[in-house]
């Protein structure tokens, strides 16, 4: 069974710019969540989808948008980069938001550097 | 506030010896608990996790992990460390209704000495 799967792993942008991640979970899970970390600010929430639809999010500012689509697939995308948004961003899928089983499966992460 | 604390950043341990990291947490709903792995470069593996039930919980790769209520706690242990095991190490916390959503501690940096 294929694990989580991120895209890309490793990318570069300026200021300004905006990215889109990409995250596929494992077959069968309908919950996505993405976290961002960083080494100051450790690891940290922001949001999960379920079915589509933003069920939980976190203290991010508005630049940090998600969506999920009918095949569960989920994308991130961050408008206006700045510096302090150079981190690795994680998704983790499970079943059900972990709500039953707790479990969230993580991906090897998108690492993002902003210069 | 919900937090989970990781008082030490960072332990080294000689191959062999045995291991505890400390972990306490504050969390007003009934909390579910986890200790993940992350090697560098890779994403997080889950060791263990704790829902109810009894205190002491095994995971994989020899770890288990004992919850006490009465000291918020949730240390990690391993009677004999192997040079593999040298990763970070988080702990964390979750609730039934917080979907998706778990509260990570800093991390504990393990280092093993040969």
């Known amino acids: 069974k294929a694990g989580v799967t991120q895209t890309p792993r490793y990318l570069i942008k300026t200021r300004g710019q905006q990215v889109t991640l990409s995250c596929s979970p494992i077959s069968g899970h309908r919950s996505v969540s993405w976290y961002q970390q960083t080494p100051g600010q450790g690891l940290q929430f922001l949001f999960e989808?379920?079915?589509?639809?933003?069920?939980n999010k976190g203290n991010f500012p508005g630049r940090f948008s998600g969506r999920q689509f009918s095949n569960s697939r989920s994308e991130m995308n961050v408008s206006t980069l700045e510096l302090g948004d150079s981190a690795l961003y994680l998704c983790a899928s499970s079943l059900d938001g972990g709500a039953s089983t707790g479990e969230l499966f993580f991906g090897e992460g998108s690492r993002l550097t902003v210069l | 506030a919900q937090s989970v604390t990781q008082p030490d950043i960072h332990i080294t341990v000689s191959e062999g010896a045995s291991l505890e990291l400390r972990c306490n947490y504050s969390y007003g709903a009934t909390p579910y608990l986890f200790w993940y792995v992350q090697s560098p470069g890779q994403g997080l593996q889950l060791l263990l996790k704790?829902?109810?039930?009894?205190?002491l919980v095994q995971g994989i790769k020899g770890f288990e992990a004992e919850f006490k209520r009465s000291q918020s706690s949730f240390n990690l242990r391993k009677p004999s460390v192997h040079w593999s095991d040298a990763a970070e190490y988080f702990c964390a916390v979750g609730a039934l209704s917080n979907t998706g959503k778990l509260i990570f501690g800093q991390g504990t940096t393990l280092q093993v000495k040969p």
């Open positions: 989808y379920f079915s589509e639809t933003q069920r």
């Open positions: 704790y829902f109810s039930g009894d205190t």
